[in-house]
């Protein structure tokens, strides 16, 4: 009989420019079995990633949460075990909206209404994906949020009263400027609408068109002028850099791909340069 493993293989020292083709196979004593053929393309330049790892470096972002949105991006911490937060709108655990990693969980507030992902490991990617609607829809109360951590949904909560989404936001640290997140950070997106699971589970490995419906602001941290995180999106909503070292832009590792050349079958598929999860 075959047993199927899951295992993650890295192809390193890729060419840019280039397009691979890929073939699984497995061995048993009866024989060989060889998996479906997929194919990638590399680009030509490398991804960036902004690292929040040297400092209490923060963002300030020009725009309010909407009443109804989803927030996404990538994250890697190097230490999840104290108060580290991603981003934060305001409050406290009681009634607050914002998202940390802490006690080697991932928290996220939506005013006072804890969701949480527990084990996270230190020096690993993940998808991070909060959705939110303020007011009563499909008979479900009247608000309701969810999380997903690379894809999948992990918690939902319901309340009995409307949310009301507070105005600018930080990332990288709170508002006024303690518990820094210590890691990594990429192609953050905030929507004023609620990605289901499987627009998020289809995109999350993908780039976006700057002109996507429903897209408020895209920091994809590719491109950067100086202590600007340039927003991707047509709004021009560029986030403000303070407290970062002279240069805190690094390669990315994240496992995002190019819009039109990711492929999956029925598990995710990243495409690009050294280092890329496939």
């Known amino acids: 009989c075959w047993q199927l493993l899951k295992k993650s293989i890295t192809l390193s020292n890729l060419e ?13 004593d009866v ?27 923060n963002i300030n ?5 909407p009443d109804t949105g989803t927030m996404e991006f990538w994250a ?14 305001s409050g406290n655990e009681s009634e607050g909206w914002f ?34 609607n303020s007011y009563s829809q499909f008979g479900l109360g009247y608000a309701a949020s969810q999380l997903y951590v690379n ?7 319901v309340s009995l009263s409307s949310f009301s989404p507070s105005a600018n936001f930080k990332i990288g640290t709170q508002m006024y400027g303690s518990n820094a997140f210590n890691g990594q950070m990429d192609e953050f997106r905030l929507w004023d609408t609620i990605r289901t699971e499987n627009y ?16 408020i602001c895209h920091y994809s941290y590719d491109s950067f002028e100086g202590a600007i995180a340039v927003d991707f999106s047509l709004n021009g909503n560029d986030g403000t850099l303070h407290d970062f070292p002279i240069d805190p832009w690094l390669i990315s590792t994240a496992p995002i791909g190019e819009e039109g050349i990711g492929l999956r079958t029925t598990s995710p598929t990243s495409v690009g340069s050294s280092g890329k999860d496939m």
């Open 16 to 28: 840019p420019d280039s397009y691979y083709y890929v073939k699984t196979f497995a061995r048993n």
């Open 31 to 57: 024989g060989l079995s060889f998996g479906e053929e997929l194919s990638f393309s590399t680009t030509s330049h490398y991804r960036n990633m902004l690292d929040f790892s040297a400092s209490n470096g």
């Open 61 to 65: 972002v020009p725009v309010q949460l």
């Open 76 to 89: 890697k911490t190097t230490f999840s075990y104290t108060d580290r937060t991603l981003w934060h709108a």
């Open 99 to 132: 998202c940390e990693f802490s006690s080697n969980n991932l928290r996220a507030f939506i005013q006072g209404s804890a969701l949480t992902y527990s084990n996270i490991i230190d020096n690993k990617w993940y998808h991070i994906a909060i959705t939110w």
């Open 151 to 157: 894809g999948n949904l992990i918690e939902s909560y």
């Open 200 to 215: 998020i589970w289809e995109n999350m490995y993908e780039s976006i068109d700057s002109s996507s419906d429903h897209l």
